[in-house]
Every structure is written in C-alpha cells, then in structure tokens.
C-alpha cells in the first residue's frame, strides 16, 4: 500500500469522525415566527446554525394564526411571538414552559409608502386622495391593533372607516403598500430598515402600547437540546446586532 493510499484512507476517516461528531451534536428547532420578524428571524437563524451545528427551521404567520395552531397542536418548539398576550396564554394553557419565557424584542410601528415625499408625519393622514389605508388585521396582529391604537389616538379612526384594507399579518401589508394596492399603510419598521425608498413616519412610541414581543419554549420541546439552545441564542451578541439592524430594542 503506498504512503498516499494511506494518507488518503486516514484523511478520509478524519472527514468521517468530523461528521459523525457533527450529527451526533446537531438537533433541529421548530421555530413559530411572527411576521414582523421575519428577516430577523432568518438571519439569527443562519447564526445560530453556524454558532451551534443545530438547525434552525422557521413558519411564519400572525401571532394570533400562530396561537391558535399551537392550540391545535401545531408541532413548534419555540414561539416568538409579536405580543406577551399570546406566549403569556400559552403558559397559562400548560403548553409554554413559564421558565423559559422573556421579552426577545420591542418593535416599532411606521406610517410608509412607496412615494417618496408622501408620508411627512401625522399630518400625512389629513390629506386629501390618499385612497386605501393598509393595516395588519387587529384582531390577530399587534401591529394592526397598534395601528388602530394610534388613529384613535389622532382623532382619525373615523377618517378611514371604509378606506382600510386589512392584511392578515404584517408582512401582507408590506406587500399591499409595496405593490401599489394601498397609497400607504402602518407597517413594521424593520420592514422599511433595509431600504430608503418611499417615505416613513416613524410613529413615536407614546401614541400606542409598548409592542413588546416574548419568546416562549414549549412544553413538548422541554428536552430539546437544539430548543434550549435557541432561546439562549436569542439572548447573544450576535442575535442584538441584528436586532440593531432591523431597528428593534432589545427586550428583557
């Protein structure tokens, strides 16, 4: 047997026990995402892959569509939801871990549209020709009963009654604003955080609850080590960096 056969066979069983360590290691999480989060989401996701050797794998809907499919028996690990109403049922329903539930972000609320000069500020709402509103469906999204929280707030709820188009999470309403279906809409602002097209009002945080957001281990992902390790990744310098990207605070 020549020197390079052998070299070669002993590279080879080297690759062999790198990858068997490496699956013995890695583990899967089920991660239920709010759609606020999404980029977010992805990009934490793709850190903690490389950080850990776990996997990290995402569903995104409204919080209140997400609940519900856990109370269904949806098979998440992890819920990062856009509120504390929802991982707070969760817990007292026994199916959220109370030990393993903190506040992973606070978002913040944006008046857009893809007109550049259109959305100055509050008084953007006064004006005449506007057409369609988009907000989040209130019912389900945090961010949509934000929205409503802040044309109350205003004095311009009655305004569009009859003029908004609801989204049934926040990422469609991104997408009625963007495609040119609404003139402007109260989108997440780690939605328009990556760009500076069109033009935004950030909407001061005093003219609507605090949109803060909790994470919340399930109960059946309680031995998960790739679960466990998620929610301790939530909470590391690298996810803060993105967090700072998208425009979020950080939570607790």
Known sequence: MSVLTCLSRASLLVLLAVVTAASARAGEVRVAVAANFTDA?????????????????????????????????????????????????????????????????????ALYSREAGLVTGPETLDADGLGRLAIANPQTAPYGAAA????????????????????????????FVATGNARLGFVAASQIAGHGDGSRWLVPDHLHDPIAQDAVLLKSAADRDAALSFMAFLKSPQALAVLEKYGYAPGD
């Open 41 to 109: 989401a992805k990009e934490i996701g793709a850190a903690f892959d490389t950080a850990t050797g776990h996997r990290a794998v995402f569903s995104f809907a409204s919080t209140g569509q997400i609940y519900t499919q856990i109370l269904g028996g949806a098979p998440f690990d992890v819920f990062l939801a856009a509120d504390q109403a929802r991982p707070e049922k969760a817990v007292n329903e026994g199916l959220g871990d109370p030990d393993h539930r903190f506040t992973y972000a606070k978002g913040r609320l």
């Open 148 to 175: 409503i929280q802040v044309l109350t707030h205003l004095g311009r709820l009655e305004r569009f009654e009859g003029e908004m188009v609801q989204g049934v999470n926040i990422a469609q309403t991104y997408q």
